[in-house]
């Protein structure tokens, strides 16, 4: 709790949270209506795509934006024809200045929708950088990443189920038992433990 460790006392952070502020982080996040969404890819899967990459071109590098960009695009493909003006914040990674390439990646999202719905969005989008310590959404949407992670990687459910009323849909892109572009885990279909691909190995 002290500033110069840079953890709680800076910003709520679920890994680095004790138990005891963790429980209490969570039973605020309970008390309002938050409606979460999420994207997440299978790491086994993205090394095999990398892999197969390099295999085609030894001058392919990977990156960890070409993955963020991407899930960001499959993020908000469908959520912003609705409104007149969205502001999307996003947390500042590192020292780079991404406000560019994620305004390009939220206008191609815009574009493909159009696309395959026919549906033109005329909204104004305005994206935001931000530090993590500055928002309280920030630090929010990190405990239900990190409820998320605990359950493909530890098998671990139960903070997600503690969550699970606030989630609005986690689209797994990489389980493609049954459609090529993944599934919808939503309120009509919960994500479980018992849903999982027995194969995947987490996020």
């Known amino acids: 709790m002290q500033v110069a460790s840079r953890k709680t006392a800076l910003m709520f952070h679920a890994k680095d949270d ?3 502020v963790r429980r209490e982080v969570f039973a605020v996040l309970k008390k309002y209506p938050l409606r979460f969404l999420a994207v997440v890819r299978n790491k086994r899967r993205v090394l095999e795509y990398v892999q197969q990459r390099n295999a085609l071109d030894i001058n392919y590098h990977y990156h960890s934006n070409e993955l963020y960009d991407y899930m960001v695009r499959v993020l908000f493909k469908t959520l912003l024809h609705k409104d ?3 502001e999307i914040y996003f947390s500042k990674r590192w020292k780079q200045d991404r406000t560019n390439a994620l305004r390009q990646a939220i206008g191609a999202a815009q574009r493909r929708f159009a696309a395959q719905s026919g549906i033109q969005s005329t909204s104004e989008v305005i994206v935001i950088p931000q530090k993590a310590q500055d928002s309280g959404g920030f630090q929010a949407v990190d405990y239900f990443l990190w409820a998320l992670q605990r359950f493909y990687e530890r098998r671990e459910d139960r903070y997600l189920d503690y969550l699970w009323d606030s989630f609005r849909l986690v689209h797994d892109l990489d389980d493609t038992r049954k459609n090529p572009y993944g599934v919808y885990y939503t309120k009509k279909e919960p994500l ?3 849903a999982l691909d ?3 190995p987490g996020i």
């Open 84 to 86: 007149e003006r969205y």
């Open 18 to 20: 004790l138990p005891e």
């Open 192 to 194: 479980t433990l018992a």
């Open 198 to 200: 027995d194969d995947s």
